[in-house]
């Protein structure tokens, strides 16, 4: 049976899930969750949702999907195990060491592979499963007939999101908000760098192609395809940062549509809540220029009709649906929102009315034009309708009872339900009945008063024997009976933890530290060999996403699990930043599928490189095979999406530059052969005046993106001389020049 998978970012928001019918939720702690700025969830509050959700038959799926430091590995490995103690079904993780010690310390507690891990292809699925993985959740931009091939061809439940917010850059392959703000994605504290606006130059041309909200997705929306959803494993809706009676009006959406119950209103009412406009996603073929909405980053609501007529300091609403006195409402004038409370609504004649359908008047002091749209972006009596359903059971399970009552015997009633049985003994003997012996109506009404539990009376098995039962008693023995069976329920489930085997201890003999080039272009190439540089990446890189995985000769760098998965037995190869590496675990793991190199995040400090050096060379006798960037403009993010076709810039891209513009500054952004798009910091990444003072680094990086061949050679002998101690004058430019997060922690 397809899992409807239900988000909530507090008890509220759990319990609005599990009433409207969703079959598992996820949801976050205070720490390791990809979502730091939800409400999140204590130990406490969680010991409270546990058995609640699970009498219902509902799992629970913890988030620990951030990126890891090293200072933190014993704090997750503990979390971890607080959780499988209380009876959490499953972690959600992206951290290769998070990952790995889930899955050798626990045999119920599933390991599931977060979107952040970038699986999006059939290799990626087959390592993690190898690697003991009980369910992976695929990236955003996987379409419909691959997910199908890869829950086929793995044989490993998968996992999609089917509903809510899009993030434009691959899942855990966006360093925007981090880079740019020092809180980053991969610490579940993205600013929504992408929700802000941009200025789309051509830098060719030097004209401007407007400001707008370019890199802000629409929400994902596939309720019209849910009979092509069935065969999924887990159907995700996003949302732990959104209200409670937003997650009650997606999941009981969703949840008729998978049980075959939902009509047309249904499906628009999905407009009733938060809603950024609607996309079909990459999961349905969306066309690549169609996934973004421009005009707006926030609520859009919905359109409800159009202002007809100024008069003094009323305004004439038509209507195309109903307004309610106490909606909120958003009036679109030039481009700019009036955003109101509907507190007075008028007819006519001026009298107040509590509904309009047709025509209708409200005051108001702003500045509107006749025609301008007038929007519903909260619809007060269907919110009060929603913020009611916690309080209703979405579904009652059947308690069966069998009563054997003879005089001068003690009352003993055997209950069934929830698939185990309770067997109930009174402590008194009861009595004969000298009028009225208890009939099995009496028992019938006393046991259906079940409207404060999960259960409702089916079958009652009771042959009257002259005995009398007192209400007293009877009530006393439902109560029992009810916890009696939630006790065994709940003490059903299996926490069992594996005993650890001894590692084999990998490690390699240090090396002098030496320069390695990633480019764009052939002249670059060029341009690095005539310096004599050795390792150079350019037609041997294997990116994060995206892959067709063809044949390549000799050393390849890999930016994802399904390059190492497909290319581990046939290339040497060197693992790159885009697996988010941050602690010693993680290297040891990449070592371990066969990595010469492993490449560290851009989120790292000098401290915490430090830390890791120590970590590995204790826990392994010996020191990692580490690469370093240490110079050019970081990918910002990686996107299927191509912001040049928005702006109707398609195929002018082979012949123009292009990049973004905001109040802080520029970023360029490059066109790939398949039309992804991947848009750079405009700072320059430059540590080159600190490469003699890091130590424990194997091989520094430079990446050349857009620099021509001349600052390609300019910049190759600056770096061979700091590296090689000639220079001693800083070749750091303050205004050019970045040094990321190398003397700054990241949030």
Do not use: W
């Amino acid at each position: 049976m397809t899992e409807l998978l239900a988000p909530a970012g507090n008890i509220e928001a759990l319990k609005a899930a599990i009433s409207n019918g969703c079959d598992a939720i996820y949801l976050g702690m205070e720490k390791f969750g990809a979502r730091a700025y939800s409400s999140n969830f204590d130990l406490e509050s969680l010991k409270e949702a546990i058995p609640y959700a699970h009498l219902r038959n509902v799992k629970i799926y913890v988030t620990m999907n951030t990126i890891v430091f090293q200072n933190e590995v014993e704090e997750m490995k503990a979390q971890m195990h607080q959780l499988n103690e209380i009876g959490v079904d499953g972690i959600i993780v992206q951290d290769l060491a998070a990952f790995d010690y889930m899955v050798k310390n626990f045999l119920d507690m599933e390991a599931h592979c977060s979107t952040q891990m970038g699986i999006d292809d059939l290799d990626g699925a087959l390592l993690l499963k190898e690697l003991g993985a009980k369910r992976v959740v695929l990236a955003r931009e996987v379409e419909i007939e691959k997910v199908k091939e890869i829950k086929r061809s793995a044989k490993i439940p998968v996992e999609i999101f089917v509903h809510g917010a899009l993030c434009v850059s691959y899942s855990g392959n966006c360093l925007m908000s981090g880079l740019i703000g020092y809180r980053s994605g991969n610490r579940g504290r993205c600013v929504g760098s992408c929700r802000k606006e941009y200025e789309l130059i051509n830098k060719t041309t030097d004209t401007s192609l407007g400001k707008n909200y370019i890199l802000s997705t629409k929400d994902l929306n596939t309720i019209d395809y849910i009979n092509d959803l069935n065969e999924i494993d887990s159907l995700k809706i996003e949302g732990r940062m959104k209200e409670p009676a937003y997650v009650a009006n997606v999941v009981s959406k969703y949840r008729m549509a998978l049980d075959h119950k939902i009509t047309e209103e249904d499906k628009e009412n999905l407009n009733k809540t938060f809603n950024r406009t609607f996309t079909k996603g990459y999961l349905f073929h969306e066309d690549q220029k169609d996934i973004t909405n421009i005009l707006r980053p926030n609520n859009f609501g919905y359109e409800i009709g159009r202002i007809s007529k100024l008069a003094n300091d009323m305004v004439e609403i038509t209507l195309t649906k109903t307004l309610h006195q106490n909606d909120i409402i958003r009036i679109s004038h030039n481009n700019e929102d009036v955003n109101l409370t509907v507190v007075k609504l008028y007819d006519k004649d001026g009298n107040l009315i509590n509904k309009a359908d047709g025509v209708c008047y409200i005051k108001i002091k702003e500045k509107l034009s006749k025609g301008d749209v007038v929007y519903i972006t909260k619809d007060y009596l269907y919110y009060k309708e929603l913020e009611s359903s916690p309080e209703k059971e979405f579904k009652r399970f059947n308690l069966d009872i069998r009563v054997y009552a003879y005089p001068d015997s003690k009352l003993i009633i055997d209950g069934s339900g929830l698939g185990f049985n309770y067997l109930y003994e009174s402590e008194e003997i009861l009595g004969v009945a000298i009028n009225n012996p208890t009939t099995k109506e009496q028992i019938i009404k006393q046991f259906s008063r079940l409207n404060d539990t999960i259960f409702e009376l089916n079958h009652v098995d009771f042959e009257e024997c002259n005995a009398f039962i007192p209400a007293k008693l009877l009530n006393a023995a439902r109560r029992e009976l009810v916890q009696g069976l939630y006790d065994l329920k709940l003490n059903s489930q299996k926490k069992r933890t594996k005993a650890l085997k001894a590692k084999e201890k990998i490690s390699f003999a240090p090396e002098k530290p030496y320069l390695t080039a990633s480019v764009t272009t052939k002249e670059q190439v060029d341009a690095c060999v005539s310096c004599g540089m050795k390792e150079i990446y350019f037609e041997n890189v294997v990116r994060r996403n995206q892959n067709d995985y063809k044949e390549k000769e000799g050393q390849l760098l890999i930016g994802g699990y399904g390059g190492i998965y497909h290319y581990r037995k046939t290339n040497a190869f060197v693992t790159d930043y885009s697996l988010n590496v941050v602690n010693s675990a993680s290297c040891y793991e990449l070592y371990r599928l066969g990595a010469k190199r492993v490449t560290l995040s851009y989120e790292l400090n000098k401290r915490q490189i430090e830390d890791l050096i120590n970590a590995y060379y204790e826990e392994n006798d010996g020191y990692p095979a580490l690469e370093m960037i240490v110079y050019g403009k970081a990918p910002l993010m990686f996107t299927k999406y191509c912001p040049l076709k928005k702006m109707n810039q398609c195929g002018i891209c082979k012949r123009s530059s292009y990049e973004l513009k905001d109040e802080y500054g520029t970023f360029p952004i490059i066109c790939h052969e398949d039309c992804t798009t991947t848009i750079l910091n405009g700072k320059t990444l430059n540590l080159l005046d600190e490469l003699p003072n890091i130590k424990g680094i194997e091989a520094f990086r430079l990446n050349f993106t857009v620099e021509s061949k001349e600052q390609v050679v300019k910049t190759i002998n600056k770096a061979l001389s700091k590296l090689n101690g000639r220079v001693d004058k800083a070749v750091f430019n303050q205004e050019t020049d970045t040094r990321g997060h190398f003397n700054k922690e990241i949030l």
